[in-house]
């Protein structure tokens, strides 16, 4: 699994309609998604769902980044292809598990391409989650390419050091982060403490009313979109219980390796 | 009455025998603009954090002696409580910006004090006006210089309204120009709105001229305490603190025989005094 | 030698940091390049050992390109000694942590045992030779990071912003301990934007600013240029700032030893 796949999941801060709906009306977008994805085992059907999150990623400015991060789950998509090949599914039944977990990374990863983790915690804490846990998370991921300059700065000046990473056998290349990750540790550690600091030196944690100064407030529009995924979910629900959906049967069949 | 009022106070962090401050007496009044210095190990950042309660409540140890910050007893308060009072700028800007906005992080302090809305919103306004960021309260802080951080930080900071500023070493990474900037900033906040300023600084060529009474930390003892121009002289450079360079070619000249009337302690008092001596 | 020409370095999400530098840092030169705070000077310097390849143009070190040597071969000619400690110190004790680039380079433990100790002792380390790293305070740690870089004797040492929280003493102490390596016939360069602290030794500078080389001469005559100071988010040294407010004094002083000898003579030429 290459780097790029983080690419698909960051946020970056644009002005499109997909960042500009409320997050909560979004994840429910995403939510339905997810379920109507695993309400079918039908290859054509589970294309058609993933082909239509297309123009959704289209209107969020984030195809590049959505492609890095298909680029980047690629291995683990043909992990899942093989592993049913190999316990015995057909192709088609295979091919339709993968374009499933193909769909689902689509959807979580426009989900976090187009919602800042400011909005998220603000969703979280509107819903009534303890904002000690909405705050962990936002830190969390607001961290993350801090951390990220962190480890690049580390890797280099080992590197300075002599150290090279992409020699010797598979032992020493292990033991070869050792000199990475200590003091990435260490430098997080003490991050940590720094933080911690300043927050009590900004009395987080004296009021349990907080009372944020940005609120988030559900639009027509993001209700419109509740509405619609909602109405979509019972359609997706009622179609794999009772109609007879068209499918294909791709006639491959790869010879038993044993 | 003193805003700050230190009482003989001694402190050793947790698991260390050597104390990080022995005996320190030091009393400051409202309005003033203390510098605090010292070689690295004396104790200025420890005297900080027993202003606003980080010790002994977030850094356990040996506590003697009184501290009283706004007539509050700084060693029985929570930090949480001392925010209210003494606000804290720290070295990284980094480490002490939380959100992804400006405007958000300004409120950060507001919004953890439980405040209404409509205060918060009043706080913020003022905050980002006074320190000059309100053209940037939608970007986010990561992306900021760190001067520009530092600001983010300050208003932060002031938007909980506290008495006191402490800084400590607010210009560790910044550039000249940017460390120039910040501290006038501080200054405008002591001038026009009367916070008192402890500022834990190396820096003295350039933040002595806000200033009008610098401590010298050593060895966690309060060596020295004054007005810059008692300060900087021999002693303080064998303690080993960055006197300012035109200070010491004054007290050099001095020493060479020249006449001089008033040692300087900024570049501006150095001019008057080098015009004096060459024009006699 | 280290020879920069027509420089373009980019980061992969496409931003340009260098438009274009070209230098020439002879061997056992001094020279400190200054600038604001994201002008590129890092950058540079990392260009120098190979961290970080040219986009465009090239970095010869020693007539090697640095494009078609591995950063560990590059290394041994070009020690770059990082500004925070915390991010390479990760062994049990000093000793271990500054024998590590010499383990790295294959050397004998003869020769690691005698180097490690030899540095050690130039740096006043010897205390804490099986102490933790983690357990010293700031100033040591930086002291163990240059230890760590000094010990396999690269023939260019390139240090970024050492001076960064240090007290007045501790860089006085770093002052005159580049100063001694460059007598030593290593090539220093120093990256910094601490002004006062090159007044002091006035080595040569060249000032970065905007990803451009725009200035490249003597302390005493970059230092003092307004218009260049301003640029480049620095300010002049003090004793600059005193002598050009006063007509008929030399307007390239910036230490204090070399004011007090003009004022001296002035005073003594009115008496």
């Known amino acids: 699994m290459s780097m790029r796949i983080f690419e698909g999941f960051k946020f970056t801060k644009l002005q499109t309609p997909i960042h500009l709906m409320d997050p909560r009306a979004k994840?429910?977008?995403?939510?339905?998604?997810?379920?109507?994805?695993?309400?079918?085992?039908?290859?054509?059907i589970l294309t058609i769902i993933f082909l239509a999150q297309l123009p959704l990623i289209w209107l969020g400015r984030s195809m590049r980044r959505w492609g890095g991060s298909m680029k980047g789950g690629f291995l683990l998509a043909g992990l899942i292809f093989f592993m049913n090949l190999i316990t015995g599914s057909t192709f088609t039944y295979s091919l339709a598990m993968t374009i499933r977990f193909l769909a689902l990374l689509s959807s979580f990863s426009t989900f976090f391409m187009t919602t800042s983790p400011?909005?998220?915690?603000?969703?979280?804490?509107?819903?009534?989650?303890?904002?000690?846990?909405?705050?962990?998370?936002?830190?969390?991921?607001?961290?993350?390419?801090?951390?990220?300059?962190?480890?690049?700065?580390?890797?280099?000046?080992?590197?300075?050091?002599?150290?090279?990473?992409?020699?010797?056998?598979?032992?020493?290349?292990?033991?070869?982060?050792?000199?990475i990750l200590i003091p990435l540790i260490v430098s997080a550690i003490r991050?940590?403490?720094?933080?911690?600091?300043?927050?009590?030196?900004?009395?987080?944690?004296?009021?349990?009313?907080r009372q944020p100064l940005i609120v988030l407030e559900m639009k027509a529009s993001d209700y419109l979109v509740v509405i619609v995924s909602l109405l979509l979910l019972s359609l997706a629900g009622w179609a794999s219980l009772y109609a007879q959906l068209p499918s294909i049967e791709i006639p491959l069949q790869l010879p038993r390796l044993w | 009455?003193?805003?700050?009022?230190?009482?003989?106070?001694?402190?050793?962090?947790?698991?260390?025998?050597?104390?990080?401050?022995?005996?320190?007496?030091?009393?400051?009044?409202?309005?003033?603009?203390?510098?605090?210095?010292?070689?690295?190990?004396?104790?200025?950042?420890?005297?900080?954090?027993?202003?606003?309660?980080?010790?002994?409540?977030?850094?356990?140890?040996?506590?003697?002696?009184?501290?009283?910050?706004?007539?509050l007893n700084a060693r029985r308060q929570p930090t949480s409580v001392l925010s209210r009072h003494v606000g804290f700028v720290f070295q990284n800007p980094e480490n002490q910006l939380f959100s992804l906005t400006v405007e958000r992080d300004v409120a950060f302090g507001p919004e953890n004090l439980g405040l209404s809305r409509d205060e918060t919103r009043r706080r913020v306004e003022w905050a980002l006006g006074v320190t000059g960021i309100g053209g940037l309260r939608d970007r986010?802080?990561?992306?900021?210089?760190?001067?520009?951080?530092?600001?983010?930080?300050?208003?932060?900071?002031?938007?909980?309204?506290?008495?006191?500023?402490?800084?400590?070493?607010?210009?560790?990474?910044?550039?000249?120009?940017?460390?120039?900037?910040?501290?006038?900033?501080?200054?405008?906040?002591?001038?026009?709105?009367?916070?008192?300023?402890?500022?834990?600084?190396?820096r003295l060529d350039l933040a002595t001229?806000?200033?009008?009474?610098?401590?010298?930390?050593?060895?966690?003892?309060?060596?020295?305490?004054?007005?810059?121009?008692?300060?900087?002289?021999?002693?303080?450079?064998?303690?080993?603190?960055?006197?300012?360079?035109?200070?010491?070619?004054?007290?050099?000249?001095?020493?060479d025989g020249v006449e001089i009337e008033k040692i300087p302690v900024t570049v501006e008092e150095a001019e008057a005094e080098l015009r004096e001596i060459l024009t006699h | 030698m280290i020879t920069v020409e027509n420089l373009r370095y980019a980061y992969p999400n496409g931003n340009e940091v260098l438009h274009g530098v070209n230098l020439n840092i002879g061997d056992g030169?001094?020279?400190?390049?200054?600038?604001?705070?994201?002008?590129?000077?890092?950058?540079?310097?990392?260009?120098?050992?190979?961290?970080?390849?040219?986009?465009?143009?090239?970095?010869?070190?020693?007539?090697?390109?640095?494009?078609?040597?591995?950063?560990?071969?590059?290394?041994?000619?070009?020690?770059?000694?990082?500004?925070?400690?915390?991010?390479?110190?990760?062994?049990?004790?000093?000793?271990?942590?500054?024998?590590?680039?010499?383990?790295?380079?294959?050397?004998?433990?003869?020769?690691?045992?005698?180097?490690?100790?030899?540095?050690?002792?130039?740096?006043?380390?010897?205390?804490?030779?099986?102490?933790?790293?983690?357990?010293?305070?700031?100033?040591?740690?930086?002291?163990?990071?240059?230890?760590?870089?000094?010990?396999?004797?690269?023939?260019?040492?390139?240090?970024?912003?050492?001076?960064?929280g240090q007290d007045y003493q501790q860089k006085d102490r770093l002052r005159n301990f580049i100063v001694q390596l460059n007598t030593q016939q290593k090539t220093v360069v120093v990256v910094t934007h601490d002004v006062e602290f090159i007044a002091e030794c006035r080595p040569r500078v060249i000032l970065?600013?905007?990803?451009?080389?725009?200035?490249?001469?003597?302390?005493?005559?970059?230092?003092?240029?307004?218009?260049?100071?301003?640029?480049?988010?620095?300010?002049?040294?003090?004793?600059?700032?005193?002598?050009?407010?006063?007509?008929?004094?030399?307007?390239?002083?910036?230490?204090?030893?070399?004011?007090?000898a003009v004022i001296n003579s002035a005073v003594r030429r009115r008496t």
Not at chain 3, 245 to 254: G, Q, T, Y
């Open chain 3, 29 to 164: 030169e001094f020279v400190a390049i200054m600038g604001e705070n994201g002008a590129g000077k890092t950058t540079l310097v990392k260009t120098f050992n190979g961290l970080l390849k040219p986009t465009d143009g090239k970095v010869l070190i020693d007539d090697v390109e640095t494009r078609k040597t591995s950063v560990a071969a590059l290394a041994r000619s070009v020690g770059l000694v990082f500004q925070n400690p915390d991010h390479q110190l990760f062994c049990e004790t000093v000793r271990d942590e500054v024998a590590y680039s010499l383990r790295n380079f294959g050397y004998p433990p003869d020769v690691i045992e005698r180097r490690v100790r030899g540095i050690l002792e130039t740096l006043d380390l010897m205390p804490y030779v099986d102490s933790s790293p983690f357990m010293l305070s700031g100033g040591e740690r930086k002291r163990v990071a240059l230890a760590s870089v000094l010990v396999w004797n690269p023939k260019h040492i390139v240090l970024d912003e050492p001076t960064i």
């Open chain 2, 1 to 71: 009455m003193p805003i700050i009022d230190i009482k003989d106070l001694s402190f050793s962090y947790a698991g260390t025998t050597r104390p990080s401050l022995s005996s320190v007496t030091l009393e400051v009044k409202k309005g003033e603009f203390v510098i605090v210095t010292g070689p690295s190990g004396c104790g200025k950042t420890t005297l900080c954090r027993c202003l606003n309660g980080l010790v002994p409540n977030f850094y356990a140890g040996e506590l003697t002696g009184e501290v009283l910050v706004c007539g």
């Open chain 1, 27 to 44: 994840f429910i977008m995403i939510m339905v998604v997810f379920v109507i994805s695993l309400l079918f085992t039908n290859v054509l």
């Open chain 2, 140 to 202: 986010a802080p990561y992306e900021l210089s760190g001067g520009q951080q530092q600001r983010v930080a300050l208003a932060s900071v002031l938007a909980m309204e506290p008495e006191i500023m402490v800084l400590d070493e607010p210009t560790s990474f910044l550039d000249p120009r940017s460390s120039q900037e910040i501290l006038g900033v501080v200054a405008k906040l002591n001038k026009d709105l009367g916070i008192t300023v402890v500022l834990v600084e190396h």
């Open chain 2, 209 to 255: 001229r806000h200033c009008n009474r610098i401590v010298v930390l050593d060895k966690g003892m309060v060596a020295l305490d004054g007005p810059p121009r008692d300060v900087y002289g021999r002693q303080a450079r064998l303690i080993g603190i960055g006197v300012p360079k035109v200070t010491l070619l004054f007290h050099l000249l001095k020493q």
């Open chain 3, 208 to 260: 970065l600013s905007g990803g451009r080389i725009i200035a490249d001469g003597k302390a005493e005559g970059i230092l003092t240029d307004k218009a260049l100071t301003e640029r480049a988010s620095l300010i002049r040294p003090q004793i600059s700032l005193l002598f050009s407010s006063v007509a008929d004094l030399p307007r390239d002083v910036i230490d204090v030893f070399s004011a007090k």
């Open chain 1, 118 to 179: 400011d909005d998220l915690g603000l969703a979280l804490e509107q819903a009534h989650v303890p904002y000690s846990l909405c705050f962990t998370f936002t830190t969390a991921v607001r961290l993350v390419p801090t951390m990220a300059v962190d480890a690049q700065t580390v890797i280099d000046a080992q590197r300075s050091r002599g150290l090279e990473l992409d020699k010797g056998n598979l032992l020493k290349r292990i033991r070869n982060y050792i000199p």
């Open chain 1, 191 to 209: 991050r940590s403490v720094e933080l911690a600091e300043a927050l009590e030196s900004r009395a987080f944690g004296l009021s349990s009313k």
